[in-house]
């Protein structure tokens, strides 16, 4: 998987849009971008994936520019319990494979009233 | 619920006990997986199956031992463990190998060895 890099931490309020950027420098062609949402003592959560320009769906959107070295997490209207750890992974899904999801720190999204 | 359901929730065993740890899935998944997640570390890949064949181990210690007796149960069993094996111990499930899209966890155990 390509590697990737995002803040550690971010704060915002409730009703604010959020905004969480990840770099992927190395994304290969047949990478596609995926984000992972965790709250404390659970598993993570598939939120959206993409492989280029815009995703959206019914919990964020996802924004990938033309040369797809980056990519944001857009979270609507954020409120307190958007609080979690947001991960962006990198990899290709084709072909098989058993190397399993590699999960970086992700970013601590804090969200207060 | 996530259709993922791992038992215990919690467990605290000590370092001469055996324990085991179970995840059940019936989302008509291939491939299993197990997580540990130390506090404020990522999450690390400890064992892949897929059709109840495991296809990787990460240089897990021994003391970690899995077992997937079908497609839809994955165990694992702990014995003499190290208060540094306290996490929380991830289930995870896909229909195929890496298919990202699909990833589900379980809620996890959380492991306390004393």
């Known amino acids: 998987l390509a590697k990737t890099t995002q803040p550690i931490s971010m704060d915002s309020y409730e009703g604010q849009e959020v905004n969480i950027t990840c770099s992927h420098n190395?994304?290969?062609?047949?990478?596609?971008i995926t984000w992972y949402q965790q709250f404390p003592s659970q598993g993570p959560r598939f939120i959206i994936q993409?492989?280029?320009t815009k995703v959206t769906n019914e919990v964020a959107s996802l924004f990938i520019p033309a040369d797809r070295k980056s990519s944001t997490l857009s979270l609507p209207r954020v409120s307190l319990s958007d609080t979690a750890v947001y991960y962006c992974?990198?990899?290709?899904?084709?072909?098989?494979?058993?190397?399993?999801?590699?999960f970086g720190k992700g970013t601590h999204l804090i969200i207060q009233p | 619920e996530t259709g993922v359901t791992q038992t215990p929730r919690h467990l605290v065993m000590g370092m001469t006990n055996k324990k085991s740890l179970k995840c059940e899935q019936h989302?008509?998944?291939?491939?299993m997986y197990w997580y540990k997640q130390s506090a404020k570390k990522p999450l690390e890949l400890m064992f892949v199956?897929?059709?109840?064949?495991?296809?990787e181990n990460n240089s897990v210690p021994s003391r970690f031992s899995p077992e997937c007796p079908n497609s839809s149960h994955l165990f694992l069993h702990l014995h003499t463990l190290q208060p540094e094996d306290s996490a929380l111990y991830l289930c995870?499930?896909?229909?195929?190998?890496?298919?990202?899209?699909?990833?589900?966890f379980g809620s996890g155990t959380r492991l306390t060895v004393v």
């Open positions: 995870a499930s896909s229909q195929d190998l890496r298919d990202t899209y699909g990833y589900t």
């Open positions: 992974l990198v990899g290709d899904i084709e072909g098989g494979g058993a190397d399993g999801l590699t």
């Open positions: 989302l008509g998944h291939n491939a």
């Open positions: 190395n994304i290969a062609t047949n990478d596609y």
């Open positions: 199956y897929s059709l109840e064949e495991r296809v």
């Open positions: 993409g492989y280029k």
